[in-house]
């Protein structure tokens, strides 16, 4: 196995990992869900169809309802619908403009439809409002990596990342993508896979 193919190998686990790494950190900061049938792991199993019909009858009772609107884009984005997720995310943010939680969770589902630039724009504006918010800096590390295909770029997020969060465990996995973004040449290819 020569390096080139060692070095890619490395990577797609790298980003594998990250990518099942968000879904559950991003999950995990959800909403409980309602008590339920428990799962093989013990947690709550969700009756997601249920609850977005419930979140969706709120809505058109109480369209300013800003804790609903983002219930109903956590939900979408669980069930991996994205579209839905950006719409529901946009009538929040209509409600609370400035909110880099819903900001960068809208980023993250415009990234699954392919919208990089508008992913970027979301996470630049929840890093106005609050440029301590680590999941934003985290996350254009990832989009300028994996998407845009700009190691450059990425290093230089991930290392404000490290500058306000150097020892937590997701620091760790940010040094490897840096270390590994900074062995990178970049590329004019077509973006690869997403993941999430």
Known sequence: MNKETLL???VALVVGLLGGYLVFSIS???NPAPAGGMAGGGAPMVNYEERIAQTV???AQDPKNLQAWVQLGNDYFD???PQKAIEAYGKALELKPNDPNILTDQA???RAVGWFDKAVTNLEAAMKVDPKHVQSLFNLGI???????????AVEYWKR??????????AQRVR?????????????????PMFR
């Open 79 to 81: 069930t991996n619908q």
């Open 8 to 10: 890619a190998a490395v």
């Open 143 to 153: 989009i300028y990596m994996e998407d845009l295909k700009q190691p450059a770029k």
């Open 161 to 170: 990342y490290l500058d306000l969060d150097p020892a937590s465990p997701n």
């Open 28 to 30: 995990g900061s959800k």
């Open 176 to 192: 490897m993508m840096m270390e590994q973004a900074q062995q990178v040449q970049p590329s004019s290819s077509a973006p690869g």
């Open 108 to 110: 993250i589902m415009y």
């Open 57 to 59: 009858k709120v809505v």
